[in-house]
């Protein structure tokens, strides 16, 4: 990710957002990326009665917007929104696509970064099929455990496909489970 982290660094302007903040919305075609240097942000989806659900979260130093929409053109049925104020690079997308083609290493970063959303979702959905919310939260926790402290127990209850009372119980459980510190 050598070749994107520094074209952002290059051409992609500084912003700051706060926490809460729409960058992009469900319909909109997504025209900018985001490289984030501080904070979180999460693709998510909104149900027809309002409920939202968020499909991946992002955190320092990854790359941000919404992928789908940007390769073909189409509307998102994502939105995309900070948890967190952020600080990030902001860069337009086609600025970003036309350089990566003279550039094989741009080209092959946005492969590999397009790749790993998409092992991400495969992941995400054969977990939703195969595993309980607690064997989900429990992979959460071996595989992001600073991360998962800064989402918020509604958006992360969400995710897992329970309510915020649901996770509170699974989460007191597990804790009640863990050995004693030092034994």
């Known amino acids: 990710m050598n070749a994107l982290r520094s074209c952002f660094e290059q051409l992609g302007t500084h912003c700051r957002v706060e926490a809460r903040h729409t960058l992009l ?36 130093g990854d790359l941000v917007g919404s992928l789908e929409s940007l390769l073909t053109g189409r509307p998102s ?4 929104v900070t948890i967190e104020p952020c600080q990030m690079r902001v860069m ?4 970003l696509l036309r350089r990566a083609e003279t550039h094989e290493a741009l080209q092959a970063d946005l492969q590999a970064l397009t790749q790993r959303r998409l092992v ?23 595989a992001h455990p600073r991360q998962l402290e800064r989402i918020p127990l509604n958006i992360l209850a969400a995710y897992l496909g329970v309510s915020a009372v649901h996770l509170s119980r699974i989460r007191r459980k597990l804790k009640n489970a863990a050995p004693a510190p030092g034994l």
């Not at 049925?77 to 995309?80: A, D, I, N, T």
């Open 25 to 60: 919305r469900t319909g909109e075609v997504a025209q900018r990326l985001f490289w984030i240097e501080q904070g979180c942000a999460r693709l998510c989806v909104i149900d027809a009665e309002g409920r939202e659900t968020s499909t991946q979260f992002f955190f320092e």
């Open 92 to 95: 337009d997308a086609g600025a």
């Open 120 to 142: 991400h979702y495969v992941n995400l959905y054969t977990s939703a099929i195969a595993d309980t919310p607690t064997q989900r939260y429990l992979n959460l926790m071996v």
């Open 77 to 80: 049925v994502q939105q995309l």
